[in-house]
């Protein structure tokens, strides 16, 4: 039956086709870790805590911060 | 198509989604962020402002779009990581629908529920030493609204098997809206808006923030969908017998 319309229509789009787990798994962990670093510094860091000394990280993001809807001051 | 396509994809449009969100919020949220530190202004004590190490002008544009298009970047990676996860495992549904469907979902986890308990607050609102305990419930709050979305959509998932796709997705929504309201009742609530802040001024600013992150999650839906629909069909295309496999 999908044979015979993927044949009729050769141009229309294929069986979505998922992708395996264990070839997701390694860059679902890269992606978080990038996520938490990136929201981490958008929207915490020298506010609520501070590994980086001073305050230009939380005057950068400042503006951002604030539209992003992150808590600031 | 692999996951690192998707990744590499998911943050490019996230670029471009950011530079569109930054766009948005100059024209509308600056105004607000102005109006709150003119307020701001006007309440402290002389001699009691803190010196500069940013200027206003800086901040309003260079530092709003560092912070907007790395956070654009960023979600727009992990967005298409979740995309990588739903294609294929919502039957027939094709790249342009999945790709707006997680769109949907990542909005409403990621930001619109948990600004229904804390919405975003301009400048002068919001006390400085309770940063520490805003901060922390604020994420927690973001932490448990994704979590409830995962484990609704597995639920739906596993469902779909006896109920048919329509009611399975509505017991998931159902699911997500009862945990998270609950979650929402439990946490302490957050005021510390001043007496004397204008209404409006408030108002137009959460409107700003709203829009901001539509406009960064609808550039990630359909941008991203249109994007994956059309190396699919290249491929398809390539190798015409691989549209009968599968
Ligand atoms: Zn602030």
Redesign the pocket.
């Known amino acids: 039956m999908a044979q015979v319309s993927a044949l009729s229509t050769p141009h229309s789009a294929p069986a979505p086709v998922a992708i395996p787990l264990r070839d997701l798994l390694p860059w679902a962990v890269f992606g978080l870790l990038l996520v938490l670093v990136a929201v981490y510094f958008v929207g915490a860091e020298q506010?609520a805590t501070s590994l980086v000394s001073g305050h230009w990280v939380?005057e950068v993001t400042?503006?951002g911060?604030?539209i992003l809807g992150f808590p600031?001051? | 198509m692999t996951a690192r396509t998707l990744l590499v994809r998911g943050m490019l449009v996230g670029v471009v989604a950011g530079l569109l969100a930054v766009a948005f919020s100059s024209l509308f949220g600056e105004p607000q962020i102005n109006n709150a530190i003119a307020y701001e202004a006007a309440h402290t004590p002389p001699g009691d402002h803190e010196h500069e190490l940013v200027s206003r002008t800086l901040q309003a544009t260079v530092g709003l779009a560092v912070a907007v298009l790395v956070y654009g970047a960023a979600l727009g990676g992990v967005f298409g990581l979740a995309f990588a996860f739903a294609y294929g495992r919502l039957g027939r549904l094709g790249a342009r629908p999945t790709a707006l469907l997680v769109a949907a979902v990542g909005f409403v986890a990621v930001y619109a529920a948990p600004f229904v308990k804390y919405p975003a607050s301009?400048?002068a609102v919001?006390n400085p030493d309770t940063i520490g305990r805003r901060t922390a419930l604020y994420f927690l709050m973001i932490v448990v609204s994704v979590a409830v979305a995962i484990v609704a959509t597995l639920v739906g998932r596993s469902l779909n098997r006896r109920l048919d796709t329509w009611t399975a997705s509505l017991v998931a929504v159902a699911v997500f809206v009862a945990v998270v309201a609950l979650a929402g009742l439990v946490l302490p609530a957050v005021d510390e808006v001043p007496g004397d802040f204008s209404a409006t001024l408030l108002w137009r600013f959460r409107l700003a923030s709203l829009g901001t992150q539509l406009v960064l999650w609808t550039t990630f839906g359909l941008l991203f969908g249109a994007l994956t629909e059309r190396s699919l069909r290249r491929q398809a295309d390539k190798t015409p017998q691989a549209a009968a496999v599968g």
């Open positions: 506010g939380h400042h503006d911060r604030h600031c001051h | 301009p400048p919001g």
